[in-house]
Nanobody, 123 residues
């Protein structure tokens, strides 16, 4: 079954770092623009970062600019989200998603999603 799998989440203190991983089975990720989104308890899912198919474009939510870095390794069929200087407000479930279209900040533009990985940042 084709799917995305996120990993790398966990509990970290404020100011710490985590690296999230998005892998795929049954799909060649180089075909897709990819995005990371997150959802905090009681809140809507929101855009975090996106990357084009060939690493040619990247964009970030204002709240994470300068702290998070999205990257990809098409040879390994992986997408990454390096998170630094983490804040308690970064807490949530992080999802990766893929699209055959140009990646955007809009959830509805993505065709398939992973199940998410929990990130908890303590004060």
């Amino acid at each position: 079954q084709e799917q995305l799998v996120e990993s790398g989440g966990g509990l970290v203190q404020a100011g710490g770092s985590l690296r999230l991983y998005c892998s795929a089975s049954g799909r060649t990720l180089s075909t897709y623009g990819m995005g990371w989104f997150r959802q905090a308890p009681g809140k809507e899912r929101e855009f975090v970062a996106l990357i084009g198919r060939r690493d040619s474009m990247k964009d970030y939510a204002d709240s994470v600019k300068g702290r998070f870095t999205i990257s990809r390794d098409n040879a390994k069929n992986m997408v990454y989200l390096q998170m630094s200087s983490l804040k308690p407000e970064d807490t949530g479930v992080y999802f990766c998603a893929g699209t055959l279209r140009r990646p955007s900040v809009m959830l509805g533009d993505y065709d398939f999603w992973g199940q998410g990985t929990q990130v908890t940042v303590s004060a």
